[in-house]
């Protein structure tokens, strides 16, 4: 069974990601630079999960998504279909706020080359695994990338095999929730079309619809 821990602030567990936040807050000595706490409603309708913060997003500003590409398209999908009061998010201070929403990363701290090693996501899963277990029963989880599903998972202590992963699959848990997938809205991946906004954006209305529908 996972171990189950509440987010800390300061924690250093990953020796490689907290050497590497000390290196990057020398380099940019006003950026956050400490591990992500999850940001939204405390008890969410949905929780979205991402893969770790951005060097220039969220490891820059402390609030997941906010000031990097992927960011731009989350969080106007997300006030396009209801899940927060602006299209935009700049910094922690700017009066965003989500709506029956929630948005966490499956690593909390910034990976060198966005790139988390296996034993790092283990080890942080031990506070995703609190996030998940506070979740509301009627909860949709929707996992940003197959890192995230893994996670999801491992949170839950389900094989990785019980559920592939693909682009708008839902998956039903054994806890009465709802898994959803998603490709990460990554530059990377809108560029190359692999991921699209009316794609991405019809992801949302089907947790729209599921979620009114209960």
């Known amino acids: 069974m996972t171990s189950k821990k509440a987010f800390n602030p300061n924690c250093q567990l990953c ?4 050497d590497f936040l000390q290196e990057v807050k020398r380099k940019h000595p006003t950026y956050y630079c400490k591990p ?15 893969l770790a913060p951005g060097m ?4 820059q500003t402390g609030r997941p998504f906010t000031g990097d590409h992927a960011g731009i398209l989350l969080y106007q999908t997300l006030y396009d279909t209801g899940f927060s009061n602006a299209p935009t998010s700049t910094h922690v201070d700017d009066g965003l706020k989500l709506i029956d929403c929630r948005i966490t990363n499956a690593v909390k701290c910034l ?20 996030e998940i277990n506070s979740l509301p029963d009627t909860a949709v989880l929707l996992a940003l990338g197959k890192i995230a599903h893994d996670a999801v998972l491992r949170s839950l202590d389900i094989k990785l095999s019980a559920f592939k992963f693909a682009h708008g699959a839902q998956h039903p848990l ?3 929730r709802l898994l959803i997938d998603s490709y990460h809205c990554s530059r990377y991946n809108t560029q190359t079309r692999r991921l699209t906004e009316p794609m991405f954006r019809a992801v ?10 209960n």
């Open 56 to 59: 220039h997003g969220a490891n």
């Open 111 to 130: 990976p060198p080359e966005n790139k988390p090693t296996t034993a790092e996501i283990k080890t942080c899963n031990q506070f995703f695994f609190e």
């Open 36 to 50: 992500v706490p999850a940001f939204g409603t405390k008890q969410p309708a949905l929780l979205i999960v991402g």
């Open 174 to 176: 054994p806890d009465g």
């Open 15 to 18: 020796p490689r990601l907290s």
């Open 204 to 213: 949302f209305q089907e947790i729209r619809q599921i979620l009114d529908d």
